[in-house]
């Protein structure tokens, strides 16, 4: 690991029965950064989101975290190294507010105390006040202004997508992982994601992504990590990759006339 | 605002309306196990406006009576129900009946904080309430303890049984906790039945009366005021925790576990927290109940006595603080109410029951919220 990375992966390698999902892979993110993660389904990309949040745990190699080794840690404690992470498949809280849910991002940024909890102190009132403000800034950094007093399962889904954004930043993650944050979405949606992710790396925020929207790829990420059945396949800038023949074989060369044409251009 | 967007024609929806409608279905797989409300929009999207101004009169209702927001009013109007429903008793048997209600309550809102919120079923419960009572009762009897210090030494041992038990199961998945507390329970109920030279054996033993100050404790007026407050208590302390960045933990892993831990909350940890709360409320429930009583028998650690208790939960609404209460106050009252049926009691009992859960499928208060609110 280099000292200017802040996340690096070396050696990673995960099989489930005979399928080797992740076959020694390496590689090292920068601070502040986008870093995109793409690859045809069934690449490996959702495993090795997993295995980056200790949701699996690696039959070989290391990761390593802001210096810290996170390598088999349970999940929450990565959340403690300083990551955060949205789901593909949305994992709101759906039986809690809009606003509950990005205030239990905050877990690990307020005192939990249990005797404070059960007494309902002043201190804790006035932590629990300051929470809730938090949340709502949050709230309005993402654009979801309108949603601050609903209810999660009332909310459309393109609003969950960003709640979880909204969760995930709460929890002031070094680097967070987006894991596709465009999916479902139409154009016009999947550009305010863009923005918020441009926005997000201009404030100092590293940012890992996982995606599928090959215009907001290119569009957003400083480097693109290219897998194909477990392994590196490709990895550079955008352009770089845009250009490397293996990638356009593997990937582009089967993707539809949208990305084609981004890629053109 | 953005101009319509030509896809869906015609004129434009209210905010979020376009977009929860282009993906309602393509979305439906991914939601619908998660998000079971989202598959009634599906219908008609004219449906939930048509209903909003009767949806929102009830749910304003609704939360002035047992809304989440402010519990202020809620714990005063509890307290002024406490106070005020001695006037309605004719008789001593009234007295009796409100004190193992209020005992019962204070057991279902324990319960109800790891059923509901922390997801794990107990099926030991009334092994910790007939601990709490025997090692009270022991104590203060067998080895001449004052009961104000036996009751709050017998209620800790148990949670700190408790404690050894949830923290090797509450890491593993699945319903570990409900065999493990099963087998607590049965072994509980086993030894309180054959030690007989310290807990009297299947016939029980003499509890001594709770002194305070000097004054023996006894009359069911006074216990009616003690165990009144018991509740209040309990009520207020679970409120508090469930209105707390602890509870707000549980609920997030209730809701999604694996998200919940990768936003940093320990879940096994946070389990175990809420197991051992819960056990500590049933113990206290215990040692006042025998000390009420003035005797304990064994059966108080029945197995069908957990059951029943998780029955009460259940019934009333997990999840809900007052559905616990309504739970413990319903079939603690009911069998009583339903003596006059004598040998019919127990057939109508579980017509009650089943009729309950069909129409009352997440119990009775969760169940009317949800009717309340829905848009």
Redesign the interface.
């Known amino acids: 690991m280099t000292a200017t990375s802040i996340l690096a992966v070396s050696g990673l390698a995960k099989c489930f029965g005979g399928l080797q999902a992740i076959d020694d892979l390496s590689f090292e993110v920068a601070p502040r950064t986008v870093h995109a993660i793409i690859g045809p389904n069934g690449a490996g990309k959702t495993t090795l989101l997993n295995l980056l949040t200790g949701i699996y745990h690696p039959d070989a190699g290391r990761v390593m975290l802001a210096g810290r080794d996170v390598t088999g840690l349970p999940t929450h404690l990565w959340a403690t190294a300083g990551l955060g992470r949205t789901f593909q498949n949305l994992q709101i809280f759906f039986n809690m507010s809009a606003l509950d849910n990005v205030m239990v991002g905050r877990h690990l940024r307020e005192r939990c105390d249990l005797l404070a909890s059960l007494l309902r102190t002043p201190a804790l009132v006035r932590s629990e006040r300051a929470c809730r403000a938090s949340a709502r800034e949050l709230m309005h950094r993402v654009g979801l202004d309108a949603w601050l007093d609903a209810r999660a399962d009332s909310m459309p889904y393109g609003a969950l997508k960003r709640l979880e954004i909204a969760r995930a930043l709460a929890l002031e993650p070094q680097v967070l992982l987006l894991d596709e944050p465009a999916a479902g979405l139409n154009q016009t949606e999947a550009r305010e994601i863009d923005a918020l992710i441009r926005e997000l790396a201009a404030g100092g925020m590293t940012v890992l992504l996982v995606e599928h929207n090959m215009r907001l790829v290119m569009e957003v990420s400083d480097r693109v990590l290219v897998l194909d059945r477990g392994t590196k396949l490709a990895e550079g800038t955008p352009a770089e990759v845009a250009r490397d023949e293996r990638v356009i074989e593997a990937y582009l060369g089967v993707a539809d006339a949208e990305s084609t044409e981004v890629v053109d251009a | 605002m ?1 101009p319509p ?1 030509s ?1 869906f024609g015609g004129p434009r929806p209210p ?3 376009a ?2 409608e ?2 309602e279905s ?2 439906a797989d ?2 619908a196990h ?2 079971p ?2 598959g009634g929009d599906a219908s008609g999207p004219a449906r939930p406006d048509s209903r909003r101004p009767l949806g929102s009169a009830l749910v304003r209702a609704f939360d002035a009576v047992v809304g989440l927001v402010p519990r202020g009013p809620q714990l005063g109007a509890l307290a002024l129900v406490l106070v005020l429903l001695p006037l309605t008793f004719a008789n001593n048997y009234f007295y009796e009946v409100a004190i193992l209600v209020a005992l019962n309550a204070i057991v279902c809102v324990g319960l109800n904080l790891l059923i509901g919120y922390a997801g794990q079923i107990s099926l030991g419960h009334a092994g910790f309430y007939a601990l709490g009572g025997y090692g009270s009762a022991i104590a203060a009897a067998r080895w001449g303890w004052p009961v104000w210090a036996s009751m709050p030494a017998a209620v800790l041992a148990v949670g700190v049984l408790a404690w050894l038990v949830g923290r090797p199961t509450l890491r593993l998945k699945g319903h570990t906790l409900a065999m493990a507390t099963l087998g607590l329970g049965v072994i509980v109920s086993i030894v309180l039945t054959n030690e007989d030279r310290i807990t009297g054996g299947p016939d029980g033993m003499a509890v001594p009366p709770l002194v305070l100050a000097g004054s023996t404790l006894r009359g069911e007026a006074v216990w009616y005021g003690i165990a009144a407050a018991a509740l209040w208590i309990a009520v207020w ?1 679970a409120g ?2 469930i ?7 549980l ?2 892993l ?3 576990e ?10 096994a940890r946070w389990k175990l ?1 809420v197991f051992v709360i819960s056990a500590l409320f049933a113990a206290s429930a215990g040692a006042l109940t025998a000390h009420y009583a003035g005797f304990i028998t064994p059966a108080k650690a029945s197995f069908l006595h957990s059951v029943e208790l998780v029955i009460m939960v259940v019934f009333g609404g997990m ?1 809900s603080v007052w559905g616990a209460v309504l739970g413990a106050v319903v079939l603690t009252v009911l069998p009583q109410a339903l003596t006059v049926l004598k040998d019919y009691e127990m057939m109508v009992f579980g017509a009650v029951l089943v009729t309950t859960m069909v129409f009352f499928p997440r119990g009775i208060v969760p169940t009317l919220a949800g009717l309340a609110s829905r ?1």
């Open positions: 953005t967007r896809a905010r979020g309306r977009v929860r282009a993906f393509a979305q991914s939601h998660a998000h409300p989202k302390l508090n925790l209105d707390s960045p602890v509870g707000r933990a609920r997030a209730h809701g999604s694996v998200a919940a831990e990768t936003l940093g909350v320990d879940s927290v999840a848009r």
